[in-house]
């Protein structure tokens, strides 16, 4: 079955370092994938969406990579702050649906 | 409006009884989704709308959920004859149109907090 997978454990990383999260997936092709943000209590906010045919997409200290021979896509911020501190939920098109993956808990420390 | 409105915002219902939960898209976006979210869980798919009609209720986990959209905007999820596991966040969004291999970038709501007790 298609799945989308996403590092469970929390990431914790120190201000101003590169925060690097993952999202993996399994037994399809997705047309494109999409990052969300989720602060605790509110709902997902767009960020990012990255096209099968795009290698990388850059949107002021965000990049996303897609890596159609690993399956896999990648999302940096840059000189993380501790506003960065949320879930990264990444999502790809499956059927008549976009699908999340479980989410990644980002912790910028000052 | 400017933004997915969702209401209420929180609910606390005894087992056993009904409740309503209302999404209102954004004025103009022909797709409405909603997904569950249970605590510290990811998002779960249950149903979408192309304006009124719902291709896709695969998601919804049991009889007892059911969703409707009228003129084409507000939609109503009712969940019958509540049980704990219901308790989640229910997060409604919505897009332009349905996505496809488009892309279209879907807009959230902040979510009905229900609790079963």
């Known amino acids: 079955s298609q799945k989308i997978e996403q590092n469970s454990e929390a990431l914790n990383i120190q201000e101003g370092k590169t925060a690097t999260l993952t999202c993996n997936y399994t037994n399809y092709s997705p047309a494109y994938l999409q990052w969300y943000r989720q602060d605790p209590g509110r709902g997902p906010v767009f960020l990012l969406l990255i096209r099968e045919n795009e290698k990388e997409k850059r949107k002021e200290r965000l990049k996303v990579t897609f890596d159609t021979t690993l399956k896999q896509s990648l999302f940096h911020i840059t000189a993380s702050q501790p506003a960065d501190s949320a879930t990264y939920l990444c999502a790809h098109n499956a059927g008549n649906m976009l699908t999340f993956g479980g989410g990644t808990r980002l912790m910028v420390k000052p | 409006g400017a933004g997915v409105s969702q209401s209420p915002s929180n609910k606390v219902t005894e087992k056993g009884k009904d409740v309503e939960l209302r999404c209102d898209p954004i004025?103009?976006?022909?797709?409405l989704y909603w997904y569950r979210q249970s605590l510290g869980q990811g998002l779960e798919f249950l149903i979408y709308f192309q304006g009124n009609s719902a291709p896709d209720k695969s998601g919804l986990p049991s009889d007892r959920f059911s969703a409707e959209r009228t003129g084409g905007s507000v939609s109503t999820l009712t969940i019958q004859r509540t049980q704990q596991e219901d308790s989640a966040v229910y997060l409604c969004?919505?897009?332009?149109?349905?996505?496809?291999?488009?892309?279209?970038?879907?807009?959230f709501g902040e979510g009905s907090w229900l609790t079963v007790v």
């Open positions: 004025s103009g976006h022909t797709a």
């Open positions: 969004a919505s897009s332009l149109a349905h996505r496809g291999t488009s892309g279209n970038t879907i807009y």
